[in-house]
C-alpha cells in the first residue's frame, strides 16, 4: 500500500550516488597490465618480490584474474593499502605522486567491479573510518574539494522519537491502548552503545521486515482511533471531528465528506496541512476507498497509510527550496531532532511556517533558543558525550563480585552495579554543560563528581519488611561505591544527588578516572589497556588503526602470576608493535586503578607458591582460595607519533598523560571533528573544512562553549544544505 512509497523512496535517494559511481567506474576502468603491473613493478616488488616478502606478502607473477580466490584477496588488501596511504610504507625510497596513487586506486577498483565484487564503498561511511581524512588539510581553513554540504538523505529517527510520537498521539487523543511493558508500539530499530557513534544517518536503513513492523504499528493505532470516534463530541473534543463524521456515515459517506476530512486529518497527526502532492495521492486513495469500503474502514485505511508516512520514522532531508535548501518544516525537523528526541516545539515550527528559518543567523538563533533553555530536555547532546566517551557500557562488562564484596568487606550487596556511576558520570557531564565553560577540558580534568545517583527509592515498596529490605541492599551498593570513588559522603538524608562531590584530588583527574570510563573499558579480570590507548589514540589525537589482523590471535597469555604489563610483552614483537606502540603506552598508565575502578598504588597478581602451600590446601589436596601477593605498580606511559609534536614524549602516569592532552589545541579540534560527526550523522570530508574550523573557533572565542559549538555546527553549510552527488568530490 502507501507504505511501499518507503522502500522506492529509500531506493530514490540513497541508489543515485551508487549508480552513478558505478557508470563513472566502468567509464574509467583502465587495463590491468598497462596501469597496475607497472605501478607494483616500480613501488612495490623491492619489498613483496619472490624473495623478499614483507608482511609475508608476495606481489609478483599475480596476473589481475580475479576468478582465483588468493587474487582476490592479495588486491583487496592492495586496493584498501594504497586508498588509505598505508603503502609504500613512509620511509619506503619510492614513493608514487599522488595522481599515480589515485590512478592505481581507480584501477584496482575497476578490475574488482569488473570482477563482480564491489569494492566496500560503504566502509567509508562508517564511524570508525572518520579519522581517515586528513587532519591537516581540514585544519588548514582552506575550502578546498567544492562545495560543502550533505547528501540528500533519509536518516531514521531514533527509536525513542517514533515512540514518543505514539506516546503522544494516545495521549492527546485518549486512545484505550495499553502501550507498556509487552504490549508497547516500540521501533523496531534500536542502538546498543558501541565504541563509536551509532546513529549515522547510514547506519541503518529501514528494510522490509521492518516495514512490515511499522505498518502493524499504524494499524494499532489507526483501529484504537477509530473504536474512539464515537465519543469525540463529547469531553474528548480534541479528536478530528470530519473524521468521526466519516465514520458515523458508515456506507452513505460521501466523497465530500471524504475531501473535507483530509486536511483536518493531517492537522491532527502531523500538525500540518497536506502538500499539493500528498492532498492529489490520499485524496484520491481515501475518496476510492469511501465508496467501495465506506466511511469506517476508509478511515482506517487513510489512517494507516498516514500513519506509516516517512517523516514518522524519517528526517526527510532532501532539498526542496531554492539552492539545495531544505524546506523550511524538513529544516526545523531537523534541527529539533539534532538536539532532542521529539519534533520541533512551537517556537521553532512557528519560525518555519513563517519563514524565519531562511538565513544563517536565523537557524543559529533557534538553535541558541533551545540550547539556552533549561526547560527543554536535549537528550541527543548527552548522548554525544556518552558516546563519545563510551562509558555507558560499563554495567555490560562481567565482574567477578564475589572477590570484590570479599576485598571491600561489604555485605548485603545486591551484587555489582555499574549503574551508579554511568549515572552519575552522566551528571558530571550535564554539570559541565550547564557550566558552559571549556566543556572539554574540564571533563578531562575535573576532580569532581556526582555519586549515587541513581535512585534508589524507586524500587523501595512500600511494604515494610520490603523497604528494610532494599534499604540494606542500599547501603551495601553506597559502601561499595564509595570505597571504589575512595571518599566519603554523608548517609541520608544529608546525602543529596544533585550535590558534586569532591574526589581525592592526587587520585582521580576527570572522566577518564572515573570508574564509568576505566570499568567500560576493562575486562572481565584486568583492565584493558589496549582499548584505553585505542580510545586515546582516536578520540583525543585522531589517529587511525588498521583493524586486528585476522592472522594474529588477539590473546594475552594467561599468567596470573604476572602483572598486566608484563603479559602485555607480546604485543611488543615488532610486527605487533607497528599497530600496538599506537595504543599499549597511552593505555598503560591506567594501570594506577584496578579493573573496578580503585585508586590502587600496587598490583595484586596471583600467588602460585602460597596458593598451593600446604596450609591453604583442604583435605583433597585442592587450594582452598587462590592467594594473592602484590607486585610494584608501574603507570609510565608514552604519546608518540601525534602530529602536534608538543604532545609527543613520555609520562610517567595517567595525571600526566591527561593534564598534556586536556592543554592542546589539537585534541580540541579531534574533538570538534567527533562532534561535527555525531551532529551531522556522517564522517566529514575535506570540503567540510572550513565548517570545522568555524565550530572550533565558536568554540574557541566564546571559551570552550558547548553551546557555541553544536550552534556553529547546526547552522553551518554542511547542515543547511543539500547537495546533489554529482557535485561534490569524494574524500
Ligand atoms: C619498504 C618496504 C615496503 C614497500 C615498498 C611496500 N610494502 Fe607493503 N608491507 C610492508 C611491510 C613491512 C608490511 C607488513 C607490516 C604492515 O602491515 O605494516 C607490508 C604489508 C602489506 C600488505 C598487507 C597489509 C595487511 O592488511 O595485512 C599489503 C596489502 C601491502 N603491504 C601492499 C603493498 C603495496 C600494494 C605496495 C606498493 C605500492 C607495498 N605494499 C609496498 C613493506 C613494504
Ligand atoms: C594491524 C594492526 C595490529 C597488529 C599488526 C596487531 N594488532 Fe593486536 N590489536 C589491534 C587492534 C586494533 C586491537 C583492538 C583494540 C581494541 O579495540 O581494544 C588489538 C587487540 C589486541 C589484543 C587484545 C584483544 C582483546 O580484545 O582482548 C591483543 C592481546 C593483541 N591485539 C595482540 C596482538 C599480537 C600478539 C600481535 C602480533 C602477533 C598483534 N596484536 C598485532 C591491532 C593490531
Not at 539534532?338 to 531562511?358: C, E, I, R, S, V
Not at 570499568?519 to 586515546?536: C, E, K, L, T
Not at 606502540?581 to 597478581?605: A, C, N, S
Request: net charge positive.
Amino acid at each position: 500500500m502507501v507504505c511501499k512509497a518507503i522502500p522506492i523512496l529509500l531506493l530514490v535517494v540513497l541508489g543515485v550516488s551508487r549508480a552513478e559511481a558505478q557508470q563513472t567506474a566502468v567509464k574509467q576502468a583502465a587495463d590491468f597490465r598497462t596501469v597496475v603491473t607497472p605501478f607494483v613493478q616500480r613501488y612495490c616488488i623491492e619489498c613483496h618480490g619472490e624473495k623478499k616478502q614483507k608482511g609475508k606478502l608476495s606481489l609478483a607473477g599475480l596476473t589481475g584474474d580475479l576468478s582465483k580466490p588468493r587474487e582476490l584477496q592479495i588486491w583487496q588488501a592492495a586496493h584498501e593499502a594504497l586508498e588509505q596511504r598505508e603503502m609504500p610504507p613512509s620511509d619506503a625510497d619510492h614513493q608514487p605522486a599522488a595522481a599515480e596513487r589515485a590512478q592505481v586506486v581507480k584501477s584496482l577498483a575497476a578490475v574488482m567491479r569488473a570482477a563482480g565484487v564491489a569494492p566496500d564503498e560503504g566502509k567509508w561511511l562508517a564511524p570508525i573510518k572518520g579519522n581517515y581524512v586528513d587532519h591537516r588539510a581540514l585544519f588548514s581553513g582552506k575550502a578546498t574539494a567544492g562545495a560543502a554540504g550533505t547528501n540528500p538523505r533519509l536518516w531514521r529517527l531514533t527509536g525513542q522519537a517514533y515512540e514518543d510520537y505514539f506516546d503522544k498521539l494516545i495521549k492527546r487523543y485518549k486512545l484505550n491502548l495499553r502501550n507498556y511493558g509487552e504490549f508497547k508500539l516500540t521501533a523496531p530499530w534500536n542502538f546498543t552503545p558501541e565504541r563509536d557513534f551509532v546513529d549515522y544517518a547510514s547506519a541503518h536503513r529501514v528494510g522490509e521486515a521492518e516495514i512490515e513492523f511499522l505498518l502493524r504499528n499504524a494499524s494499532t493505532i489507526a483501529g484504537a482511533m477509530i473504536k474512539r470516534h464515537s465519543v469525540s463530541h463529547g469531553s474528548f473534543g480534541a479528536y478530528i471531528k470530519e473524521l468521526a463524521t466519516v465514520i458515523k456515515a458508515g456506507g452513505a459517506a460521501t466523497a465530500e465528506q471524504a475531501d473535507a476530512a483530509l486536511a483536518p486529518a493531517f492537522e491532527g497527526l502531523f500538525q500540518r496541512p497536506p502538500t499539493a502532492a500528498e492532498a492529489g495521492r490520499y485524496g484520491a486513495f481515501f475518496r476510492d476507498n469511501v465508496a467501495k469500503l465506506g466511511g469506517p474502514d476508509a478511515v482506517g485505511q487513510l489512517l494507516t497509510a498516514l500513519l506509516c508516512n516517512t517523516e514518522l520514522s524519517h528526517r526527510v532531508e532532501i532539498p526542496a527550496g531554492p539552492a539545495n535548501r531544505l524546506a523550511p518544516r524538513d529544516l526545523a525537523r531537523t534541527i529539533a531532532f539534532a538536539l532532542t528526541d521529539d519534533g520541533p516545539d512551537t517556537a521553532l515550527a512557528t519560525a518555519a511556517a513563517q519563514g524565519k528559518l531562511a538565513t544563517r543567523e536565523e537557524v543559529a538563533a533557534q538553535v541558541k533558543r533551545m540550547l539556552d533553555d533549561a526547560t527543554i530536555a536535549k537528550p541527543r547532546v548527552l548522548r554525544f558525550f556518552r558516546e563519545y566517551f563510551a562509558y555507558a557500557s560499563a554495567p555490560g562488562v562481567f565482574k567477578d563480585e564475589v572477590t570484590l564484596f570479599q576485598e571491600l568487606a561489604v555485605r548485603g550487596a545486591r551484587g555489582w552495579n555499574a549503574d551508579f556511576f554511568v549515572s552519575d558520570a552522566d551528571r558530571v557531564v550535564l554539570a559541565a554543560l550547564a557550566e558552559d565553560k571549556e566543556v572539554l577540558r574540564s571533563l578531562l580534568t575535573t576532580t569532581k563528581t556526582h555519586a549515587l545517583t541513581v535512585d534508589p527509592l524507586f524500587q523501595i515498596h512500600t511494604k515494610k519488611d520490603a523497604y528494610r529490605q532494599q534499604k540494606k541492599t542500599f547501603e551495601a551498593d553506597e559502601q561499595t561505591a564509595m570505597k571504589i570513588y575512595g571518599i566519603s559522603i554523608p548517609t541520608r538524608p544529608d546525602w543529596d544527588p544533585h550535590r558534586l562531590y569532591d574526589l581525592p584530588p592526587e587520585h582521580r583527574l576527570g572522566l577518564l578516572t572515573h570508574p564509568a570510563w576505566l570499568v567500560a573499558q576493562s575486562g572481565n579480570f584486568d583492565n584493558h589497556a589496549i582499548h584505553r590507548g585505542r580510545w586515546i589514540r582516536e578520540k583525543l589525537l585522531g589517529g587511525k588503526i588498521p583493524e586486528v589482523p585476522i592472522t594474529v590471535n588477539a590473546m594475552l597469555p594467561d599468567e596470573r602470576h604476572r602483572t598486566l604489563r608484563d603479559r602485555m610483552r607480546v604485543t611488543r614483537e615488532e610486527y605487533c608493535w607497528t599497530c600496538h606502540k599506537q595504543m599499549d603506552p597511552l593505555g598503560l598508565p591506567f594501570e594506577q586503578f584496578d579493573h573496578f575502578g580503585r585508586f590502587r598504588t600496587e598490583e595484586m597478581v596471583v600467588d602460585p607458591e602460597a596458593t598451593s602451600a600446604k596450609k591453604n590446601l583442604n583435605k583433597d589436596g585442592v587450594p582452598r582460595q587462590t592467594l594473592r601477593k602484590p607486585l610494584p605498580l608501574d603507570t609510565t606511559g608514552e604519546v608518540s607519533g601525534s602530529i602536534d609534536p608538543s604532545l609527543n614524549g613520555p609520562v610517567k602516569d595517567p595525571f600526566e598523560l591527561i593534564r598534556r592532552l586536556a592543554a592542546s589545541e589539537h585534541v580540541e579540534q579531534v574533538f570538534v571533528r567527533h562532534a561535527f560527526r555525531y551532529f551531522l550523522g556522517r564522517n566529514e570530508t575535506l570540503a567540510d573544512g572550513p565548517a570545522l574550523v568555524a565550530a572550533h573557533q565558536a568554540y574557541r572565542k566564546n571559551s570552550g562553549s558547548m553551546r557555541a559549538l553544536v550552534t556553529s555546527l547546526l547552522s553551518s553549510d554542511p547542515f543547511l544544505f543539500r547537495t546533489h552527488p554529482s557535485e561534490k568530490t569524494s574524500p
